[in-house]
C-alpha cells in the first residue's frame, strides 16, 4: 500500500525541489479513519504541511489499483465515500477561475506542450524518451518540475525542459514517487 495521486504527486515533488525554506502544505479532505491517519502521517514525514487538511468522520482517502501493461496504466476505483469528493463541489467557479490565468500549460503525453502567456501561443517540443517504463505520475511530475522552475524565476522555455525532464526521469522507472 502507499499513498499517491495527481495532487499528491505534484506537492511531493514540488517540496523536492523546491528550496529547504519554502513551505507547501497540501489542501484536500480525509476521513478520521486509520488509513486516512496514515495517510496525513506521510505527509508529514514527506515535508508537506497538512494544517489545511479537513477531517471527516464516516469518510476516508480514495482507493485505488494500478495495473501496468507495457508501461501504460490502468485503474480501478473505489471511491464512494472518498472525502475528497466533497472537497470542490463548485466545478463551476474553479472553470471560470482558470478563465483568467495568466498562463496555461498543455501537455499531452509524448507529444508537444503548449503554452499560453503574455507571449501569446507557443509550442514547446519535449526530448524524446528512450525507455518508458511506467507512465504513472508522468504529467504530475512535469507540472511540479514546471513550477518549481517557474516559481523560481526560470524563463517559459526552460521551465517548460524542467517539466520534461523530471517526467522523463519519472517514467523511467515504476511507481508514482521516485526519491532522486
Known amino acids: 500500500m502507499g499513498f499517491a495521486g495527481d495532487t499528491l504527486n505534484t506537492a511531493w515533488y514540488l517540496r523536492r525541489a523546491l528550496p529547504p525554506d519554502w513551505q507547501g502544505d497540501y489542501l484536500t479532505t480525509v476521513g478520521t479513519d486509520a488509513i486516512s491517519n496514515r495517510m496525513l502521517a506521510f505527509l508529514q514525514a514527506a515535508g508537506l504541511g497538512t494544517g489545511h487538511?479537513?477531517?471527516?468522520?464516516?469518510?476516508?482517502?480514495?482507493?485505488?489499483?494500478?495495473?501496468?501493461t507495457n508501461g501504460e496504466r490502468s485503474f480501478a476505483y473505489w471511491r464512494g465515500q472518498s472525502a475528497?469528493?466533497?472537497?470542490?463541489?463548485?466545478?463551476?467557479?474553479?472553470?471560470?477561475?482558470?478563465?483568467?490565468?495568466?498562463?496555461?500549460v498543455v501537455k499531452d503525453g509524448a507529444g508537444p506542450i503548449l503554452t499560453l502567456g503574455a507571449t501569446g501561443a507557443e509550442w514547446h517540443a519535449p526530448e524524446r524518451v528512450k525507455a518508458v517504463v511506467d507512465t504513472t505520475a508522468a504529467g504530475d511530475s512535469f507540472n511540479a518540475g514546471f513550477l518549481t522552475a517557474h516559481l523560481t524565476g526560470a524563463p517559459l522555455v526552460q521551465a517548460v525542459r524542467a517539466g520534461a525532464r523530471l517526467a522523463a526521469h519519472v517514467i523511467g522507472a515504476r511507481g508514482a514517487l521516485l526519491v532522486p
Open 53 to 68: 487538511i479537513a477531517r471527516l468522520p464516516d469518510r476516508t482517502v480514495r482507493l485505488y489499483l494500478i495495473e501496468l
Open 84 to 104: 475528497a469528493r466533497l472537497l470542490a463541489a463548485d466545478t463551476a467557479a474553479l472553470a471560470a477561475g482558470l478563465a483568467g490565468a495568466g498562463l496555461v
